[in-house]
C-alpha cells in the first residue's frame, strides 16, 4: 500500500490545496491529510475547526483520512507509514522552502517529498491572503472547497 502524508496549517484550507490532494489522489493507495498545529503560532481557526472543515471536504472519498499532529512532519508520516510528503509549490520561493524541508526529512526520517505544482489558477491563492481577505470582511467562498 502506497500513503501519502500532505501536511499543512489550513488555516484555512484553500481550493489550491483540495487541487493538490485531487491530482495526488491517482498516486496513492492512501492520503493522510496532516492538520499540523504548533502552539508557537497563532491561527483563525481551532485544530478541531480545521479538521473537522477538511473531513467534511473528503466525506465521500475512502482514500483520505485527516488528522492533527504537533510532533515533526517527519514524525507523523513515520506514524502514518507514509512513503512520502506531498507538497504543493505555488512559486520559486515555495520550491526553495520545500526543497529545504525535502532534503531535511529525508536525511533525518529517509521519507521523501514529492512536489506538485500549484495550477495556474491557484498560484495566487494562500491561507494567509484567505485569512487577511477574511479580517476585513470580505467574501472568501470562490476561495474554499
Same mark, same amino acid.
Given at each position: +500500500?502506497?500513503?501519502?502524508?500532505?501536511?499543512? /496549517?489550513?488555516?484555512?484550507?484553500? &481550493?489550491? $490545496? $483540495?487541487? %493538490?490532494? #485531487?491530482?495526488?489522489?491517482?498516486?496513492?493507495?492512501?492520503? *493522510? %491529510?496532516?492538520?499540523?498545529?504548533?502552539?508557537? #503560532?497563532?491561527? +483563525?481557526? /481551532?485544530?478541531?475547526?480545521?479538521?473537522?472543515?477538511?473531513?467534511?471536504?473528503? =466525506?465521500?472519498?475512502?482514500?483520505?483520512? *485527516?488528522?492533527?499532529?504537533?510532533?515533526?512532519? =517527519?514524525?507523523?508520516? $513515520?506514524?502514518? +507509514?507514509?512513503?512520502?510528503? =506531498?507538497?504543493?509549490?505555488? /512559486? *520559486?520561493?515555495?520550491?526553495?522552502?520545500?526543497?529545504?524541508?525535502?532534503? &531535511?526529512?529525508? #536525511?533525518?526520517?529517509?521519507?521523501?517529498?514529492?512536489?506538485?505544482?500549484?495550477?495556474?489558477?491557484?498560484?495566487? %491563492?494562500?491561507?494567509?491572503?484567505?485569512?487577511?481577505?477574511? $479580517?476585513?470582511?470580505?467574501? *472568501? #467562498?470562490?476561495?474554499?472547497?
Amino acid at each position: +500500500m502506497k500513503i501519502g502524508i500532505f501536511v499543512g /496549517s489550513f488555516d484555512p484550507y484553500t &481550493i489550491g $490545496h $483540495h487541487s %493538490i490532494v #485531487k491530482r495526488a489522489l491517482p498516486l496513492f493507495d492512501r492520503i *493522510v %491529510i496532516g492538520v499540523g498545529v504548533n502552539e508557537r #503560532k497563532k491561527y +483563525m481557526q /481551532s485544530a478541531e475547526v480545521r479538521l473537522q472543515k477538511i473531513k467534511d471536504v473528503y =466525506i465521500n472519498e475512502p482514500k483520505v483520512a *485527516v488528522k492533527t499532529y504537533s510532533d515533526l512532519t =517527519i514524525d507523523f508520516a $513515520h506514524r502514518e +507509514m507514509a512513503d512520502y510528503i =506531498i507538497k504543493g509549490v505555488r /512559486s *520559486v520561493k515555495d520550491f526553495e522552502y520545500e526543497r529545504e524541508q525535502a532534503d &531535511i526529512n529525508r #536525511k533525518i526520517g529517509g521519507v521523501e517529498t514529492i512536489l506538485l505544482y500549484a495550477e495556474p489558477q491557484y498560484e495566487s %491563492i494562500s491561507s494567509s491572503l484567505v485569512r487577511e481577505l477574511i $479580517h476585513f470582511g470580505k467574501d *472568501v #467562498k470562490q476561495f474554499l472547497p
